[in-house]
């Protein structure tokens, strides 16, 4: 496995951007009292979340820049940033197991093996049950499931990782120099394994090791207000960040674009939100986004055969009119979310009338 020398160049890089990260939060004031609500603001990053990833899947029927693709791969790291930060925040203090991994079964596990069941049954294929039982484990069903056995893993580890105490600023950045390294270690494995083609290497695509960055990194900034973070306070993330981006192609598969640039677009998202929530959080717009977000465990299992059912014969009729960049490309985004979004409703309600759940509180990715 031959390892390219500027992989040491983007490391360094990255390892300085990372702790001035770290730097920038440890001057935030230390958050007070646990979450015990909702944030409407992280519901809005999750749904701008799944929306960029129904964009991602949507290349695939309609043209679609490489670079436009690349700037959307912020999406998976987000809902990791996203679940670390929230899971620390909500569990800061204390943290019932029980409770904990009962609320995961009903609300992702048990929901995550209903779609990939019935999908692995009606499989044309017809794969023996061993291939199916690995399918379901590893998210290889659809193809693209791999997320949420990927996620379930920072669950299952987060009862232990919260534990960790870094009160100490020395501590701090070499922890942090260890995951970023160890996350860029696993990424390139990855690549390496999956070198044949897609998916070729299921275990190391589901595997939770070259995302452990951006869970930690949304776990650790749980335990500051995020509101006093502005623009003057990240200049210096900003401007190192500019710097790296001119240094390396701003292009997906550089390992310094794959873990700097989700938590910077994670940052410059709190700060927009600072300086503009009290202009959008009110607005219909906002709460459809974060209603679309609240649903998003849902629009992500379903996305993909909406397009392959709906889309795809939709596309198939050729109708020019829509299927010129970007008409055709807006089209697919903009449908298969709705479907999607009408379908995670429909589905919301049943089950939590099966299970006697609020679909709203308790049944959220």
């Known amino acids: 496995m031959d390892i390219h020398p500027i992989f040491f160049y983007e490391l360094l890089f990255s390892i300085i951007i990372s702790l001035l990260m770290i730097k920038m939060l440890s001057a935030l004031p230390a958050r007070e009292h646990p979450v015990k609500r909702r944030l409407q603001f992280f519901d809005i990053l999750k749904g701008i979340a799944i929306i960029s990833i129904v964009a991602i899947h949507s290349s695939d029927f309609t043209p679609f820049p490489q670079l436009l693709k690349d700037m959307l791969w912020f999406a998976i790291p987000l809902f990791i940033i996203e679940s670390g930060y929230l899971l620390g925040a909500r569990h800061r203090e204390s943290l019932n ?21 019935i999908i692995e049954v009606l499989n044309p294929s017809h794969p023996s049950f061993k291939v199916m039982l690995l399918n379901i484990l590893l998210g290889r069903t659809e193809g693209n499931y791999y997320f949420i056995p990927l996620i379930l893993q920072f669950y299952i580890l987060f009862p232990l990782i919260r534990r960790i105490k870094l009160d100490n600023r020395l501590l701090r950045y070499l922890s942090f120099t260890f995951i970023i390294s160890i996350s860029f270690f696993f990424n390139v494995l990855n690549f390496f394994l999956q070198k044949p083609e897609w998916n070729s290497n299921p275990y190391s695509l589901a595997f939770f090791g070259r995302f452990l960055f951006f869970f930690c990194i949304g776990l650790f900034a749980s335990r500051f207000d995020l509101s006093g973070l502005s623009l003057k306070k990240a200049l210096p993330l900003i401007l190192a960040y500019l710097a790296g981006a001119a240094s390396f192609s701003l292009h997906a598969r550089t390992l310094y674009f794959t873990y700097v640039y989700p938590v910077f677009v994670f940052f410059i998202f709190i700060i927009l939100h600072n300086i503009l929530r ?65 379908f995670s409703k429909l589905f919301l309600l049943a089950y939590a009338f099966v299970y006697a759940l609020n679909p709203y509180r308790k049944i959220d990715k």
């Not at 409770?99 to 929901?111: A, G, K, M, P, S």
């Not at 379903?302 to 392959?308: L, W």
Request: proline share 3%; aromatic share 18%; glycine share 2%.
């Open 97 to 117: 197991t029980r409770e904990f991994f009962t609320n995961i079964l009903f609300r992702i596990v048990f929901i995550y093996l209903l779609f990939a069941v």
């Open 278 to 342: 009290e202009k959008y959080a009110k607005s219909c717009f906002s709460r459809l986004i974060a209603d679309i977000g609240r649903n998003s465990l849902i629009i992500y299992l379903v996305n993909t055969i909406i397009q392959y059912s709906i889309v795809k014969p939709i596309i198939s009729a050729e109708p020019l009119i829509f299927w010129s960049w970007p008409l055709g490309y807006l089209f697919t985004i903009i449908l298969v979310t709705l479907l999607s979004y009408l």
